[in-house]
């Protein structure tokens, strides 16, 4: 099984992204996805989840900025992202709800600058 995470990248404060993750090897439609996030020096943190029956939870430091969803259809998982502050920075990464330690993948690094 492959998460693979993508989107990242340089940004300014205020500035938008969208990531994807796409599955491989394995189909999304019975699973809680989330979004994971690993800012240096610090734990990886649930930034954000979304269930089979498409409910969703956020980090309370992203609710009303970040956006999960999902396409079953497309075997994908999208965080969109507004208003990013400098402390957003990290490397992003899905994985399912609770995650699995097999699935973790190398991420996608999202910079934002002051």
């Known amino acids: 099984v492959q998460l693979q995470a993508s989107g990242g990248g340089l940004v300014q404060a205020g500035g938008s992204l969208r990531l994807s993750c796409v599955a491989s090897q394995m189909s999304i439609s019975s699973s809680n996805m989330a979004w994971y996030r690993q800012a240096p020096g610090k734990q990886r943190e649930l930034v954000a989840s979304?269930?089979?029956?498409?409910?969703?939870n956020y980090a309370d430091s992203v609710k009303g900025r970040f956006t999960i969803s999902r396409d079953n259809a497309k075997n994908t998982v999208y965080l969109q992202m507004n208003s990013l502050k400098p402390e957003d920075t990290a490397v992003y990464y899905c994985?399912?709800?609770?995650?699995?330690?097999?699935?973790w993948g190398q991420g996608t690094q999202v910079t934002v600058s002051s």
């Open positions: 979304i269930t089979i029956v498409y409910s969703t």
């Open positions: 994985n399912k709800d609770p995650p699995f330690i097999r699935y």
